[in-house]
């Protein structure tokens, strides 16, 4: 204890203010990764423009990554390196702002990793760029699977949406009623870029961010020209790790000015949903555009389910359940389980305990919060505490094709709630 050094403040404006604050947030020395998707033309390249240029004070190693698809992302990588320069795809790049950037074809996580343990210099964060008609749930799943083992993790996915031709991507229909890669790409985010606001109306843009919150209510939403947003944030979501991720509900403008007043929470959307009236009966409620985003959706929805603090045997039942529905594709009844694309939850246990549940897919994990964490975390800003003290009781979020108020009475059933 007495060799410990006080911690030294630094000042943010300088290029060390980086490293030092990642370390902080993540209490390991563990490299944050943000994955970045969207659909083709969305402006993910003009994101990478703007952070590889803006001063923030990390050096960041950005891959160009197609995963296995064959596009060509090579020449459009290079409108993000030094115009002087005429390096080839594998090459570091160093920028006026001390980013590095590279692209790799079919690089995999192996090789990112040592892509960073290699760089000149060290490197604070990593982003990669995922091609436009990539379903983003199995690249999150890898890079959080391997958060263990490697030196990465996994701060966030944020995605880019085009507010003027997304309700056209998202409508677009797939063989088989399968749900489609716009779809998937805002259903497996933490982050939503609204992009391209200067080629929409208000009204058009309102309609926009309904639709998406009926797909991902958990999103944060900024509302976007050009991708601008405050880098910060982009940065530290952890989205990962975080359970205030979950009530997140506020949005920017492109001014960085928070709108969340004009926003319904995802709860008041869900409480939207449950007001009785008569079979048949008309009702111009705008929470009923729901089950006609659904149809066009092709059922893509979510589910919110309060949880009251938990006994022991109850939180075994949660386990048994999600295991059951994210494993098996079963209710635990055995009849099927809709198709689940993310899941997310706080859960309190009646002493006192807190958990997280994050899962992509069939992979999940329940995780168990440092005692008073959420009161006591003086790291998180502002407006986390606010997010923090908004959580009273638990929760679980479903996201995903069919997903319905079936699954919800099959797990309060389960649980005994
Ligand atoms: N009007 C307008 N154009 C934009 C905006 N953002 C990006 N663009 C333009 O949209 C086009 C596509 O942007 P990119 O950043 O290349 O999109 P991308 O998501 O990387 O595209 P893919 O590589 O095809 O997946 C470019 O011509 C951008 O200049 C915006 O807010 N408004």
Sequence with gaps: MEDEEPP??????SPEAGPSNIIDEYDRPKIPLTLLTGYLGAGKSTLLDYILKEEHGYKIAVCMND?????????????????????????????????????????GIAAIEEMVANAPGGIDWVMVELTGVADPGPIVRSFWAN?????????GVVCVVDSRNVLKQLAEQRDGGEINECQKQIACSDVI????????????MSQVESTIRTINPTLR????THSRMPLSDLFNLRAFSDPTALTATSATSASGIPTSASIPTPDAQIDAHRHNHAEGEKCDHPSHSHSQSQSHLNGISTVTIPLPPLSQKQYFALNEFLESVLWESKLPDKSPSPEILRSKGYITLEDGR????????DLFELKELPSKSITSDCEKPQENHQ?????QGGKVVFIGKGVDQ????????????
Excluded: W
């Design 193 to 204: 870029l609204l992009n391209k606001l200067d080629l929409v109306s208000s009204n058009q």
């Design 147 to 155: 958060e263990e083992m490697g030196d990465l993790i996994l701060d």
């Design 406 to 417: 079936l699954l919800r009475d099959a797990l309060t059933k389960y649980v005994g709630i």
């Design 354 to 361: 807190e958990f997280v549940l994050q899962g992509v897919a």
């Design 8 to 13: 030294q403040l630094l000042d943010v404006s």
């Design 221 to 224: 939403i900024h509302h976007t």
């Design 387 to 391: 997010d923090a003290n908004e959580l």
């Design 67 to 107: 995963f296995g698809d064959t596009t060509d992302i090579e020449a459009k990588s290079l409108t993000l390196s030094n115009p002087d320069s005429q390096s080839t795809s594998t090459e570091f790049l160093s920028l006026p702002n001390g980013c590095l950037c590279c692209s790799f074809k079919d690089m």
